[in-house]
């Protein structure tokens, strides 16, 4: 069983920078750890994705502005978001995997457990 925390979330103006954590409780190897977003009448959407041994893949939609990172000491997952804009607005899950899901990293049924998410606030 493992259990996800995310904190992090807030408000900020455009083209600012949050940084959200995902801690994972009772943490084991051959997990992949992936953030979504969800904003008011749109579908989840697969963000970035990171594997135990730090190989990542990103949404077209936020290559280049956000990060995924990982501190196995910590067993925590970062998702560094720089430039943000106003339709980064959402609330933001981290989701675990059991294995690499390879090209279907972005479908969140892929995941079995999930965080109860950070909400991040972006204005103009």
């Known amino acids: 069983q493992v259990q996800l925390v995310e904190s992090g979330g807030g408000s900020v103006q455009a083209g600012g920078s949050l940084r959200l954590a995902c801690v994972a409780f009772?943490?084991?190897?051959?997990?992949?750890i992936g953030w979504f977003r969800q904003a008011p009448g749109k579908e989840r959407e697969g963000l970035a994705t990171i594997y135990d041994d730090g190989s990542t893949s990103y949404a077209d939609s936020v290559k280049g502005r956000f990060t995924i990172s990982q501190d196995n000491a910590k067993a925590t997952v970062y998702l560094q978001m720089n430039s943000l804009k106003p339709e980064d607005t959402a609330m933001y899950y981290c989701?675990?995997?059991?294995?690499?899901?390879?090209?279907?990293?972005?479908?969140?049924?892929?995941?079995?457990?999930w965080g109860q998410g950070t909400q991040v606030t972006v204005s103009s």
């Open positions: 989701a675990a995997a059991q294995g690499w899901p390879g090209s279907r990293w972005t479908r969140s049924g892929q995941y079995k457990y």
């Open positions: 009772g943490y084991s190897y051959n997990i992949c």
